[in-house]
């Protein structure tokens, strides 16, 4: 097969399955309400949980950061990339989340991939929760390492696949809140079923962080845990972009060696971290946008659970309604956007298959009358398909 045929098979197999993935070109999609071929919807698809990536404070922070240091960092943190405000956000992270270090990345993709690249090589062992995210899979995929997959938030299956016989080191990769799903890990037992093995925990925050906990640490800090590698971003709750990995300084020196994402990539832009740390201290101040976010959730649950739509175990702003068909997700995903609501219709192989769901994010930004609006919307879509 040639690369036209494959190419053409691979689109081809796509559309059958009603798997084929479209970008909509939306104007305003990080919005309470996002307008698209000059409609306006109510915006359930957002993961900008606090409502902060058009917040004038962090929009002020990156203009003023754009005026005093320019729009880009110039290089890699290794050669000229790195300046005072990284190191001074590296320093509040790790201080604040009671870390030795935190070392940033462009995004949390680059993070994983790069902080997993370092450390796991060939004999050692990576054993994943089996729905971890893309970027963590593919980077344990790519490893020499061993990838073993555990059952989803099941520490006695971890600890079992720890067991197993393994040469060098191993790493137990989790996420804190999933983000197809919503629903926590049991970050304390995960962490001593890896550690009864000698083994390490890492865990992806990327939902959690800003989001839960006080002050809104994240899913580790509000669990009492603390793994030895934290990567928590900021494209989400923060409102921004980018990403970091707090551990020990060991590891970070290590990291710094040997992360290739790090080495051999632009650093953020000064003002982008400008952003980011304006973004800290609404999220620090933030129990009020917290609570508001949670009472979103209460009253979504509520409303949906009467409409008798199959909730899952999720107490966060995920909320996965889930459909199992692929064209049938679809469908109800275009009624709710004919009535105004835009989500997702998520669908393999983001999800198992037979999986298929719509994904709701709720937020801060929502108002009561929004949750009534979508509830509305679902009630109309019942029984659709
Ligand atoms: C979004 C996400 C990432 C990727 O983070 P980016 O900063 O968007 O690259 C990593 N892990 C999880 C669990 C995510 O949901």
């Given at each position: ?34 307008e ?41 943190g290794?050669v ?67 990838l ?10 971890l ?25 926590a ?6 962490h ?85 740390n ?84 709720l ?18 879509a019942?029984?659709?398909?």
């Amino acid at each position: 097969m040639d690369w036209a045929q494959k190419i053409d098979l691979g689109l081809r197999e796509r559309q059958g399955a009603d798997a084929y993935r479209q970008r909509r070109a939306i104007t305003d999609g990080n919005h309470r309400l996002l307008e698209y071929q000059g409609r306006r919807y109510l915006n359930f698809s957002s993961n900008d949980y606090l409502g902060l990536a058009r917040d004038p404070r962090i929009v002020a922070a990156w203009q003023q950061g754009a005026a005093r240091h320019g729009v880009g960092s110039g290089g890699s943190g290794h050669v000229t990339g790195h300046s005072a405000c990284h190191q001074a956000l590296e320093q509040r992270l790790a201080d604040w989340l009671g870390y030795e270090r935190a070392l940033l990345f462009t995004s949390g993709y680059a993070a994983n991939q790069g902080a997993i690249a370092a450390l796991a090589g060939a004999g050692d062992q990576i054993l994943a929760d089996k729905l971890s995210h893309a970027s963590l899979l593919e980077a344990a995929a790519h490893s020499p390492a061993q990838l073993r997959r555990f059952h989803h938030n099941d520490a006695a299956s971890l600890a079992r696949l720890a067991q197993t016989a393994c040469a060098g080191g191993r790493l137990a990769v989790t996420e804190g809140v999933f983000s197809m799903d919503g629903d926590a890990a049991p970050l304390p037992s995960l962490h001593q079923a890896i550690r009864d093995a000698g083994g390490w925990l890492l865990v992806d925050d990327a939902h959690g962080f800003g989001a839960i906990g006080e002050q809104g640490r994240g899913s580790a800090w509000q669990q009492g845990c603390h793994p030895e590698l934290l990567v928590v971003t900021f494209g989400k709750a923060v409102g921004v972009g980018g990403a970091a990995v707090l551990c020990a300084r060991p590891v970070a020196e290590y990291l710094l060696q040997f992360a290739r994402h790090l080495i051999y990539s632009t650093a953020l832009p000064p003002a982008q971290v400008c952003a980011i740390n304006a973004s800290l201290d609404a999220i620090v101040a933030g129990d009020e946008l917290r609570a508001r976010l949670r009472r979103n959730i209460a009253r979504f649950r509520h409303g949906a659970a009467e409409l008798g739509y199959p909730l899952g175990q999720s107490g966060t702003a995920i909320q996965p309604l889930l459909v199992g068909d692929n064209a049938l997700a679809l469908r109800l995903g275009e009624r709710l956007r004919e009535q105004g609501c835009w989500l997702t219709a998520i669908r393999p192989p983001t999800v198992p298959p037979g999986g298929a769901r719509l994904r709701i994010t709720l937020t801060a930004a929502h108002h009561e009358a929004d949750i009534d609006a979508l509830l509305e919307a679902l009630d109309h879509a019942h029984g659709y398909a």
